[in-house]
Antibody, heavy 121, light 107 residues
Framework: EVQLVESGGGLVQPGGSLRLSCAAS????????MSWVRQAPGQGLDWVST????????DYADSVKGRLTISRDNSKNTLYLQMNSLRAEDTAVYYC??????????????WGQGTLVTVSS | DIQMTQSPSSVSASVGDRVTITCRAS??????LAWYQQKPGKAPNLLIY???RLQSGVPSRFSGSGSGTDFTLTISSLQPEDFATYYC?????????FGQGTKVEIE
């Protein structure tokens, strides 16, 4: 059974930092691209970043470029999101999501339960 | 960036009704489109991928169609567990983009 478990969310002041983790199990983690998708309270889904299976290819939404950094450790089956220079508009539930296949055009076929990040003074 | 526009934003329907949701892309995306269902407080769930392929385990009352820029999600006979918000998403290029969502409510 595929499981994705996020952790690391919480309350942080504007300008602060946070590191999210996503522990994966039930599939060959090193064979799948992984992504972070966020959802602000009462709002829709907002793609944040995707990292390829081996970690060599990364894409970011313009709104987070230079502030948020995606990475992975295939030896630990874990995905990360380092969040720096946080803003109020980064407040959201952050989901990690597994890519459906190894092609460059894939979908999010499994999602974690999400972790809430609140940026407020 | 490719903009995804869903309509309607919300729809009121009864159990047994046929419900159709549309999604329009601002550029041609071939069939690189997915549909997700999200219930309150839960993560999204993949229903349809490649515009018309049913994800494993998803009931056959859900179907998708379309290609190019215009796509449709149809629920043939609405069930109580189908009341939720539905999102389309394009997988043609980065940045990945979602529609704004369609809330299916009980009439």
């Amino acid at each position: 059974e595929v499981q994705l478990v996020e952790s690391g969310g919480g309350l942080v002041q504007p300008g602060g930092s946070l590191r999210l983790s996503c522990a994966a199990s039930g599939f060959t983690f090193s064979s799948h691209a992984m992504s972070w998708v966020r959802q602000a309270p009462g709002q829709g889904l907002d793609w944040v970043s995707t990292i390829s299976a081996g970690g060599s290819s990364i894409d970011y939404a313009d709104s987070v470029k230079g502030r948020l950094t995606i990475s992975r450790d295939n030896s630990k089956n874990t995905l990360y999101l380092q969040m720096n220079s946080l803003r109020a508009e980064d407040t959201a539930v952050y989901y990690c999501a597994k890519a459906s296949d190894s092609s460059g055009k894939n979908y999010f076929d499994y999602w974690g339960q999400g972790t809430l990040v609140t940026v407020s003074s | 960036d490719i903009q995804m526009t869903q309509s309607p934003s919300s729809v009121s329907a009864s159990v047994g009704d046929r419900v159709t949701i549309t999604c329009r892309a601002s550029q041609v995306i071939s069939s690189w489109l997915a549909w997700y269902q999200q219930k309150p407080g839960k993560a999204p769930n993949l229903l349809i991928y490649a515009a018309s392929r049913l994800q494993s385990g998803v009931p056959s009352r859900f179907s998708g169609s379309g290609s190019g820029t215009d796509f449709t999600l149809t629920i043939s006979s609405l069930q109580p567990e189908d009341f939720a918000t539905y999102y389309c998403q394009q997988a043609n290029s980065f940045p990945r983009t979602f529609g704004q969502g369609t809330k299916v409510e009980i009439e």
